[in-house]
């Protein structure tokens, strides 16, 4: 059982920035690769960013590339986002998902464990 806790939601201004964590309790997660994924008001949940188990190799949602960083300390066991320049479309629930795997993993149903959720806002 893999237990993911969210943190550093807000709200931002346009061109803003935030820092998503997602720290993890439980089994071992060194071999869990970790995922970003959210929802907006009214939408279906969607992908944003995975990163693979040793952080080695990351991926990214086009809209988010080049803005969005996903990094990992397997020592702190905390998944982090990093986001700049920040869109009012950006806003919405994000949550943080894990689980077993070698590659990035960039689908909603490769992932068995997720966190609560953490509201991202970005508005004038």
């Known amino acids: 059982q893999v237990q993911l806790l969210e943190s550093g939601g807000g709200w931002v201004r346009p061109g803003g920035s935030l820092r998503l964590s997602c720290a993890a309790r439980?089994?071992?997660?060194?071999?869990?690769?970790t995922g970003w994924f959210r929802q907006a008001p009214g939408k279906e949940r969607e992908f944003v960013a995975t990163?693979?188990?040793?952080?080695?190799?990351?991926f990214y949602a086009d809209s988010v590339k080049d803005r969005f960083t996903i990094s990992k300390d397997n020592i702190k066991a905390t998944v982090y986002l990093q986001m700049n320049n920040l869109r009012p479309e950006d806003t919405g629930v994000y949550y943080c998902a894990a689980d077993r795997g070698t590659d990035t993993m960039p689908k909603l149903s490769d992932y068995g464990y997720w966190g609560q959720g953490i509201q991202v806002t970005v508005s004038s």
């Open positions: 990163i693979t188990w040793s952080g080695g190799s990351a």
């Open positions: 439980g089994r071992t997660f060194l071999a869990y690769a």
